[in-house]
């Protein structure tokens, strides 16, 4: 069996698309676009190549973006003040903190900063009071990696409701979210994690597998009932040729992408899969496209809130 790649790209392409005209007819019902702040601290080369695709997504939907960019000696006090001049800011109706924040602020400095950003504006999902209400099933906002995963799955026509999921992975940006979420929508779920006892027992349970851990290809064939959906949420950078060779046979384009760059981006989901999942997201072009859409999603929803506006 060859599993049906789910398109991420395409999907999250459609949703900004049909973000332009809502953005639109807000901007022109209050005479100001939706606003979104975005702190970066520091340097890192990752969080700059996030932000830079958030702020260019930002602008082409139409919203006012603004970046506020601290040096990476900035103390935790510095991003708190402009998180509070963020949280009172008229203009601006989603807040976002990059992370991660420098490791010289300390090791709660983000869970600090995600206190701060007030509920309304929370466009991550990020803060305890986003997470309380996303609990409770009464969130306007959720987080955008697993809120971008339910929205592959009902773009797909993938039934959740009765469906066993079994989440791989519990952060709390990624794993808590998502199971959640696939609970509010009526499936029964599995939350398994670096502690969890057969965990390939596990999997072959799922009707829908999610796999958010960071460890290429951990996902193995022998793990997935046949027909199963896949998600992979893992975003991996192999440089390693032996684990290069352990995910891509020989001729593989993959392989040769490897050999070419020095280096190939991964998911967790091992490319064997393919030949007994129902369905399947690929890396890249699966998941990854969709945070950011969602993010964009939730500005909107955000600004809508704030204007005592239906969400719809
Ligand atoms: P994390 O490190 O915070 O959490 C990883 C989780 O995996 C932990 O809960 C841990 O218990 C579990 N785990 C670790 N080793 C395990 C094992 N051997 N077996 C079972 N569970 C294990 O990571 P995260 O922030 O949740 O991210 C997970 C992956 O998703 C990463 O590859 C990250 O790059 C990727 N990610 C992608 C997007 C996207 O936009 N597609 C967004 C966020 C994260």
Request: net charge neutral; with cysteine.
């Amino acid at each position: 069996m060859s599993a049906r790649l789910l398109d991420g790209v395409a999907l999250a392409r459609r949703l900004q698309q049909d973000l332009g005209p809502r953005v639109a007819a807000f901007t022109t019902r209050h005479g100001r676009p939706p606003g979104l702040g975005i702190v970066l601290v520091g340097d890192d080369p990752a969080s700059q190549v996030y932000v830079r695709n958030k702020v260019r997504t930002g602008q082409e939907v139409g919203f006012r973006v603004d970046l506020e960019r601290l040096p990476a000696t900035a103390t935790l006090d510095e991003v708190l003040a402009v998180v509070a001049r963020l949280n009172a800011s008229d203009a601006h109706d989603g807040i976002l903190v990059q992370s991660p924040l420098p490791a010289s602020m300390g090791h709660d400095a983000e869970q600090r900063v995600f206190d701060a950003i007030t509920v309304q504006k929370d466009v991550d999902g990020f803060s305890p009071a986003s997470v309380g209400l996303l609990s409770q099933n009464r969130a306007a906002i959720a987080a955008g990696t697993p809120s971008g995963v339910i929205e592959l799955l009902l773009a797909e026509g993938i039934e959740m409701a009765g469906r066993h999921a079994v989440v791989v992975g519990r952060s709390d940006i990624v794993g808590k979210p998502m199971a959640l979420l696939l609970l509010h929508r009526n499936a029964t779920v599995t939350i398994c994690h670096s502690r969890t006892r057969d965990l390939p027992a596990i999997c072959r349970q799922a009707d829908i597998l999610v796999a958010a851990v960071g460890r290429p290809g951990l996902v193995t064939a022998d793990w997935v009932k046949p027909g199963a959906t896949v998600v992979d949420v893992g975003i991996n950078r192999v440089t390693d040729p032996e684990v290069a060779a352990a995910l891509f046979p020989e001729g593989h384009p993959r392989l040769a992408v490897f050999r070419d760059k020095g280096s190939v981006l991964v998911g967790d989901v091992h490319p064997n899969v393919a030949d007994v999942a129902g369905a399947l997201t690929p890396v890249p072009g699966g998941v990854g496209p969709l945070t950011i859409a969602m993010l964009m999603r939730n500005t909107l929803t955000a600004a809508l809130v704030r204007a005592g506006e239906p969400v719809a």
